[in-house]
């Protein structure tokens, strides 16, 4: 099963850019879609976006649509959220997520990260 490392979250103001990446190890990253959900204090997991193995096939939350990215690197075993206009009710703890198909759902997917803390003040 792979695992998964988020990195790149931070504080930013409103306003601003974070790119958050999701590095993967032990599996063939490759094969597997993925996806990023976030997850605010005392909010249930929150689907953002998905991807297919190959990149071909995106999902996108519709109030995510327009200021988020996802895009994958299967050389470097990575993929990415590029994040803009941030504004402070995206405050969260971000995960990404591995499956064997792409899916809107937390429970579709079998790896997950530890999470990396997004901070944006107003």
């Known amino acids: 099963q792979v695992q998964l490392v988020e990195s790149g979250g931070g504080l930013v103001q409103a306003g601003g850019s974070l790119r958050l990446s999701c590095a993967a190890s032990?599996?063939?990253?490759?094969?597997?879609?993925m996806g990023w959900f976030r997850q605010a204090p005392g909010k249930g997991r929150e689907f953002i976006a998905a991807?297919?193995?190959?990149?071909?096939?995106?999902y996108y939350a519709d109030s995510m649509k327009g200021r988020f990215t996802i895009s994958r690197d299967n050389a470097k075993n990575t993929g990415y959220l590029q994040m803009n206009d941030l504004k402070p009710e995206d405050t969260a703890v971000y995960y990404c997520a591995a499956g064997q198909r792409i899916a809107t759902i937390a429970t579709d997917f079998g790896s997950w990260g530890q999470g990396t803390q997004v901070t944006v003040s107003s």
């Open positions: 032990g599996g063939a990253f490759s094969s597997y879609a």
């Open positions: 991807i297919t193995w190959s990149g071909g096939i995106i």
